[in-house]
Every structure is written in C-alpha cells, then in structure tokens.
C-alpha cells in the first residue's frame, strides 16, 4: 500500500497527550483519601476531554484504515484492513459505550 500517514508528528503527539492525560487522572484517583468520594476518571473535566480526544483519534485512525482500503488491490489485504478496522472500532470504541451507560 503506498498510504502515508499525515501529519504524523501531530498524531504522535496526541497519543503521547492522552497517555500522559490518563497516567495523571489515574494518579490523582488513587491519591484520594475518601473511597466514598473517590471519581471515576471520566467523570471530571480533563477525564471527558481525555475521551472526546479518544473518540476524534479512533475516528481519525478509521478513517485512515478506510483510505487504506480503497487504494488497495488485493482482496486478501482487503479482507486485512476490514477486520482490522472492524476490529479496531469495537476495542476503542468499548471505554465511550461504557462511559455512557454509568452516566445513564
């Protein structure tokens, strides 16, 4: 496949961002003195923003997949990026699902 990857810096970087996010939010939810007051981490201001900026990166990454697959000839690697796309999707796709319905 001859696909390349824009602006790979800014991706990298974003990805370094979240992770880093996610590291400090965990840290800071295991600090808390009270279990009673403890949060879950998606229920705080950066934790939402954690998971808006995971939405627009696994849309970004299937968008990619997508463009992958419409230059590709061969039907096996075809096959390869549906699955992988697929795939990718439903695993990050599972923290936002599971976020909505502790808030309903």
Known sequence: ?????PHRRVFLGAVAFVGGLNVLLEL???TATDLSTKLYSYQ?????????????MTCWFCF?????FDEELQDVRKRYYK???I?????SLHVPAAVLVCFI
């Not at 990619?64 to 992958?68: D, E, F, K, L, W």
């Open 83 to 85: 699955v992988l796309g």
């Open 1 to 5: 496949s001859s696909a390349v990857l």
């Open 44 to 56: 705080s201001g950066p934790g939402l923003f954690s998971l808006i900026v995971k939405i627009f």
């Open 87 to 91: 795939a990718f999707s439903a695993w």
């Open 28 to 30: 800071h939810a295991e």
């Open 64 to 68: 990619q997949i997508r463009a992958a």
